[in-house]
């Protein structure tokens, strides 16, 4: 996988990472969570995580979410970015909310004007998500990625 990235790096492709987090992440990292959803039964988490989406599709009808974290590129990224005309492709996991992936994307837009700026993502979850990804796999398809907090860590013996 090393080489593959360096690869790509030495042509024209540059990969550069984001990350902004609802603010109910951090809470969710402060109590731990991740140890109880361990042991709860995965048709359990499944139904959690169906009511998740319902409770987000209601939630942001009254509430404009919030996220955290400092929203800035590389230097080697800024300059690219500011020579215009350049195809940018965001990719994420999930649409939830798309209120992440709308921040950068108009952050993109608004700071590096003449750029085209496309999403990619595996799923969205949102009946009416603010933003629509340009590319998907699913729709409103419930998939567990490694780094959900809701993952089984099954001990393999």
Not at 66 to 77: A, K, P, S, V, Y
Not at 90 to 108: A, Q
């Amino acid at each position: 996988m090393k080489d593959f990235k360096k690869k790509i790096v030495d042509k024209t492709v540059k990969y550069a990472e984001v990350k902004l987090q609802r603010v109910s992440t951090k809470a969710k990292n402060k109590i731990g969570i991740r140890t109880v959803l361990n042991i709860l039964p995965r048709p359990v988490l499944n139904w959690m995580r169906i009511i998740e989406v319902y409770f987000f599709e209601v939630k942001v009808l009254f509430v404009k979410p919030r996220r955290e974290g400092i929203l800035q590129f590389d230097e080697e990224t800024e300059e690219i970015l500011k020579e215009r005309h350049k195809k940018v492709l965001l990719i994420d996991d999930c649409i939830d909310t798309g209120y992440t992936l709308k921040i950068i994307r108009d952050f993109i837009i608004n700071n590096y004007p003449g750029n085209e700026v496309r999403i990619a993502v595996a799923t969205v979850s949102h009946h009416r998500p603010v933003i629509r990804p340009n590319y998907t796999l699913y729709n409103r398809v419930l998939l567990r990625f490694p780094w959900a907090y809701d993952v089984k860590h099954e001990n393999k013996t």
